[in-house]
């Protein structure tokens, strides 16, 4: 599938599934933006990567700032990925407010943000394609990533399916993908790198890997996804099904 000519941006997108969504979507032939607050960490050659940006995604100022940069180089904006995203662990008793409002702020205000950044755009060039990154753990609750991280989730999947009606008459696509495990630093931090307790728990009888993600991605970001809207695309090796 080409997505030559097509413009995308990946927030989040200096490691883990940002960063091999990022990947793949530039190997279709897009131009892709970056934006990652950690955007230093990461080694993103310019031929592939034409605009890197160090940007919060809870900050408004910050998002309204890169988005312009964004918009005012390429005109427009084709692909929107919403995958900035944080785990603060804990129980309920352990979990504070600042750690609660934290994850909020970027998983589920972020993606608020930055949808809201490319909406006119995308509205008035009447194409587009946003995917937002939602998790099992809405559907499930918090087993290890804890209760303000699932909310913040599912959170981000009613966005999804309210921004969906919203873009519909324009014809912008609006999906979420809720990964299950997938091997990343996040991951790797939650489990501290022994993943044999998940694989007992997935029929397929392994964790996933950001190339499993970024195939998604790439499907939703394409042509062949364009009937398809408000949809939440669980991809969990049948660790979870409904
Ligand atoms: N890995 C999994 O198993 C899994 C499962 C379900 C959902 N997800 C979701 O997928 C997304 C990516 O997760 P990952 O596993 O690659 O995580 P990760 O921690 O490996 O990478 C996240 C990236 O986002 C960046 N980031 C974090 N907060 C940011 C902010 N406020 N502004 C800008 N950039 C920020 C980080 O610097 C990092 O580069 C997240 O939304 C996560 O919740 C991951």
């Known amino acids: 599938m080409s997505l030559q000519g097509k413009r995308a941006l990946v927030t989040g997108g200096a490691a883990g599934l940002g960063l091999a969504i990022a990947t793949a979507l530039a190997e279709a032939g ?32 910050r ?8 918009l005012d180089r390429w005109g427009g904006l084709d692909i929107l990925v919403n995958n900035a995203g944080i785990c603060i662990t804990g129980s309920v008793l352990e979990l504070t407010e600042q750690d609660w409002d934290r994850v909020m702020a970027v998983n589920l205000k972020g993606t608020f943000l930055c949808s809201k950044a ?11 394609k946003v995917i937002n990154l939602g998790s099992v753990a809405a ?13 913040s989730k599912a959170g981000v999947i009613c966005f999804t399916k309210s921004l969906a009606r919203e873009m519909a008459p324009y014809g912008v696509n609006v999906n979420a993908i809720a990964p299950g495990v997938i091997v990343t630093d996040m991951t790797k931090d939650l489990s501290k790198g022994d993943f044999s307790n998940y694989e007992s728990g997935i029929p397929l009888g392994r ?36």
Do not use: C, H
């Not at 998002?63 to 964004?70: D, G, H, N, S, W």
């Not at 559907?139 to 909310?151: D, E, M, Q, T």
């Open 30 to 61: 897009a131009k892709v933006a970056v934006w990652d607050w950690q955007i230093e960490s990461a080694n993103l050659p310019p031929e592939r990567f034409p605009i890197t940006a160090k940007v919060d995604v809870s900050s408004s100022l």
């Open 207 to 242: 964790v996933g890997e950001a190339k499993d993600v970024a195939a998604l991605a790439l499907f939703l970001a394409g042509p062949d996804s364009d009937y398809l809207t408000g949809e939440i695309i669980d991809i969990n090796g049948g660790q979870y099904m409904d």
């Open 139 to 151: 559907k499930l609750g918090g087993i290890v990533s804890g209760s303000a991280y699932s909310a």
């Open 118 to 128: 490319f909406a006119k755009a995308m509205q008035e060039q009447k194409s587009g």
């Open 63 to 70: 998002v309204e700032a890169a988005a312009k940069e964004v």
